[in-house]
Every structure is written in C-alpha cells, then in structure tokens.
C-alpha cells in the first residue's frame, strides 16, 4: 500500500500535466504582477485601490508578488517537477543511446518507415568498403558486423541530441536557481543576510552623500559598505515641457576616499561591489545652485540660494538674490536676478536656468550661471543570481537548438551475397524532422548508384 502511494506521488510530480499547469499558473500570476504597480508604499495602495483592497494585497504580498512566499513556492514546485520528470525519464534515454545499434534483427529492417533495395556486381567485403566510405565521407559514423549470411552495416548521426529536451529542463533549474538566490525574501528567510539580496532606492540631493539605502519592502534602511555622493544632476527637456533624458554625475568613497566618478543615466547603470544603481527618478528643489567668477579669473564662489534672499560675496565684493522665476510645474525655467557691487544701480536680469550670463559692473565682469537644485532618485540592486540567470539563458539556447535542430538519425545497410554479386537492403529513421532525414537518405542512395 505504501509502494503504490509513492509511484502515484511521483507520477504525479513528473507529469507533463502538472508542468504544463504549474506554467500556466506562473504566467497567469506574472500578469497581476504587472498590473499591480510593484514596490510602493503601504498608502499608495490603500489611496489607489481602498482598504480592504490594500489589506488583501499585503497579505498574499502582491505589492512585493516576486519575493512572495506563494510564488516562490510555485517557483520551488515547477523545479521539483521538472527534477523528478527529468529523474524519471532520462534513464531510458541513456538505455536507448548506449544500446548496440548493430543488435538487431535482418526481420526489424523491414519495419523501418525509410527502405530501398539495390544490388551491386561485386562480393559483400567490396560493397561494403563502398558503403561505409560513402557513409563515412558525408560525416556518418559508420559501424560493421557480421550477419549471417552476410554483412549489416549500422550509421548513426545526432545520438546524444536526444538529450536536448533535458538540457532545457537544466536550464530552467539553473534560471530558477538565480531567480531564487537573488531574492531578496531568500535573503532574509534563509540566508538571514538581509544584505545578500536586496531591492531599494534612494534619493540623493545634489552635493550630498549617503552610505546608505531603504528596501523596498519595509523600508529597511541597509549599509551599503561605501558611500554615494551626488556631484551633479542634469536633466534636458523636450519644446512640449517633459523630460526628455536626465543624468547623474556620482562619486564612490570607500574608505573614505574618492575611488570612481561616473555618470549614471537611464539604461547606463553604475555597478560597484555588486550592487547596481539604476537612474529611476528625480525631485526638483526650490533651492538653486549658484557658479560665480570674475571674468579675469581672479576670484570665484558657489553657493546655494532660495528665492527672496539676498547673498552676499565678500571676497568679490558683490551681492545678488533671485527677485522672480518662471517655472513650469516644479522646474523652474527662468530666473530674474538682482546683481550689485555696491557701485552704481544694481543690475537686474533674466536669465535661463544653468545659463551663463555675463554681467558688466564698474567693478568688473562677473559670470554667473544658476540652476534649479535637483535630488537624483537611484535604484539600487544587489542580485548574486544574475550570472546564474545569464548562464541559464545561454544553455537554454544550446538546449534549444539541439532539441529542435538536431536528431538522432540511423542508416542500416544489410549486404547479402547472391548469385550475381550483392544485395543490399538500405533502412533508416529519424527521431525528429524526417522529411528532411528523408531527403538525405535518398541523396546518400542516388550518389552511391551514380558510383556504381
């Protein structure tokens, strides 16, 4: 009773069936996880969707769905699946592939789909030293035995292709193996490093810097281990007001000293110890960033403003504030600033946003550019399964290709001797694309009749 209990479990658990719904399942769920916006805070759900909404998708972690337990868990099952089909399956194959070709009777030839008949004027060995050259000279792995009365020749193409299906199934598990190791929900529950794997964000005001970043899910706050300093932002607009490409200009300590600068922009991440900042988002400030020098170069300052404050240079003797902006939204897009050096009328102006402008004074020329101060909202991502991920994909191609391409192909050739010299009984099959296997079958018969 036991015995039968456990061969139902495991036909249940390799069955094409059970794959073929735990897919669909997959699918299906991947879909709520792609109307539902991933990731976002406790409120935006409640403001978007209500309540009792809200409290249903917390429960079954539908705004974290990929590193939710359910669906982590169908994760595990299709593996266990595939595993155990796989387990069950592929010692028939390796029967099939290492079996004796030549093990066979003249009476099963004649139950091949593929069969022709010819007969050459010269004794069994010469036929067969024709046969196996040919055989041999269009890349067939050509074998010989006797059988009374004669000789059977056996050619085979392709025999290890029938494993392809099994190199898919490996690399689906290598896939779900990255999949799993880069979760951050792995990360906590079974590695206990919340460090391991994570997904969050932060944003990073202009000159500032942070050693630190906030999960997505809980907001934890993590220590990355160095520190990400905001140099400078950059963002171009379209004529219509929207942004049409933003960029960061960050610098990495560690250690506290510099060790990189590089530019982040959408599609161009930074990576560094593993952990891969994304350009996601910005936040403009009322506050604006201020480049000042004389022209002769003799002094220059920079300085942070807001609007209706006046600031003062001492060491350039001047003094200037922002009196009115026109702003679309929260970017502002000109400035009208006030600009003196205690000699004459102030010098009042508009001026585009992170423009130079040159101002004349008695004192001297002064160049002045001031632009809005942005916050950079960075991505970050620490995933140790990307390389399983990418590895998963290149064998899945392999599999691919030989699943599909590539068959396991056999030619026989029994040689009986007759009266006028030999006849020869050709068979052959294919496990997959016999059409064209067909093809080739008869060009290897006409070109060894054309030799004849």
């Known amino acids: 009773m036991t015995t039968t209990k456990k061969n139902a479990s495991l036909g249940l658990f390799a069955s094409v069936q059970l794959a073929l719904f735990l897919l669909c399942l997959l699918a299906s769920t991947s879909i ?16 978007r969707y209500g309540a009792a909404t809200a409290r249903f998708f917390q429960l079954l972690d539908i705004p974290d769905m990929y590193n939710s337990w359910w669906f982590l868990g169908l994760l595990t099952l299709f593996a266990v699946n595939l595993i155990v089909c796989s387990a069950d399956r592929i010692p028939q194959v390796i029967r099939l592939v290492r079996r004796d070709s030549l093990a066979i009777a003249p009476e099963q030839l004649e139950k091949f789909p593929l069969r022709s008949e010819r007969h050459l004027v010269e004794d069994v060995p010469a036929a067969a030293a024709r046969v196996t050259t040919l055989l041999r000279r269009h890349g067939w792995h050509a074998r010989t035995a006797p059988l009374n009365p004669g000789l059977l020749c056996c050619a085979e193409k392709g025999k290890w292709s029938r494993f392809g299906v099994y190199v898919v199934h490996c690399s689906i598990l290598v896939i779900l193996a990255g999949a799993l190791l880069g ?26 810097r942070t050693a630190h970043i906030f999960a997505h899910k809980g907001g934890e706050r993590l220590d990355l281990g160095f520190a990400l300093r905001c ?6 607009y379209y004529g219509n007001g929207m942004p049409k490409t933003y960029r960061s200009t960050v610098t990495v300590f560690d250690g506290g000293a510099p060790v990189q600068t590089t530019d982040i922009e959408v599609n161009r991440p930074l990576t560094y110890k593993g952990v891969t900042f994304y350009q996601s988002s910005y936040q403009p400030f009322q506050e604006y960033r201020v480049a000042l020098k004389k022209q002769d170069g003799s002094a220059a300052t920079t300085a942070r403003i807001s ?25 502002t897009r000109r400035l009208k600033i006030w600009f003196t050096d205690n000699q004459g009328e102030p010098s009042v102006f508009w001026v585009n946003a992170d423009q130079e402008a040159a101002i004349e004074r008695p004192s ?3 160049l002045l550019t001031i632009g809005q101060r942005y916050a950079t909202g960075l991505q970050a991502t620490k995933d140790p399964g990307v390389w399983l991920v990418y590895g998963g994909c290149l ?16 030619i026989y050739v029994y040689m009986q001797p007759d009266e006028t010299g030999c006849h ?29």
């Open 32 to 47: 709520i996880g792609t109307i539902v916006p991933q990731n976002n805070p406790a409120a935006f759900y409640v403001e």
């Open 183 to 208: 979760s951050s929900a792995v990360a906590h529950k079974v590695f206990r490093n919340p460090l391991f794997a994570f997904k969050g964000s932060v944003m990073l005001p202009e000159g500032e």
């Open 231 to 236: 140099d400078d932002f950059t963002i171009e």
């Open 307 to 331: 609007a209706a404050r006046q600031m003062d240079w001492p060491e350039g003797g001047v003094s200037y504030g922002i009196i009115n902006r026109e702003s679309q939204g929260e970017v």
């Open 364 to 366: 001297g020329i002064y």
């Open 395 to 410: 064998l899945m191609l392999v599999g691919l290709y030989i699943a599909f391409f590539l068959s396991h192909r056999r």
């Open 424 to 452: 020869l009984l050709f068979a052959g099959d294919a496990n997959k694309n016999k059409v064209g296997f067909e093809n080739n079958f008869a060009q290897l018969i006409n070109k060894l009749d054309s030799n004849t």
